[in-house]
């Protein structure tokens, strides 16, 4: 079966950087959709960051520029580099997959993700 296991969370202090890292089994290369997403207490997940099967990458607002994903050649490894750490990045940090869908106009990832990490809590201390 599909697992994810993010690693890479921790304490830094403002201004500080973390490198995450979402390891993905149980699926072919290269036939994934990855994402990173964050959770305050009491909130829904929000999407930070994700990758299209055409390599482009989208950030949400709040990361834009400052934080950096990636994957390796499998698309099976994620990384999230975050740097200019602030207090409101303190969360819990999830990454994402979902299998890359045929259409008509070629291959897609979808809006969504059925698969998820354990999360990896980040802490962002001033």
């Known amino acids: 079966q599909v697992q994810l296991v993010e690693s890479g969370g921790g304490s830094v202090q403002t201004g500080g950087t973390l490198r995450l890292s979402c390891a993905a089994s149980?699926?072919?290369?290269?036939?994934?959709?990855m994402g990173w997403f964050r959770q305050y207490p009491g909130e829904e997940r929000e999407a930070i960051a994700r990758i299209f099967v055409n390599g482009s990458i989208s950030y949400s607002e709040a990361v834009k520029g400052r934080f950096t994903i990636s994957q390796d050649s499998t698309k099976k490894t994620a990384f999230l580099q975050m740097n200019s750490l602030k207090p409101e990045d303190t969360a819990m940090y999830y990454c994402?997959?979902?299998?890359?869908?045929?259409?008509?106009?070629?291959?897609?990832?979808?809006?969504?993700?059925?698969?998820w990490g354990q999360g990896t809590k980040v802490t962002v201390s001033s």
């Open positions: 149980g699926y072919p290369d290269n036939s994934y959709c």
């Open positions: 994402a997959a979902d299998p890359i869908a045929a259409t008509p106009w070629g291959p897609r990832c979808r809006s969504h993700f059925d698969y």
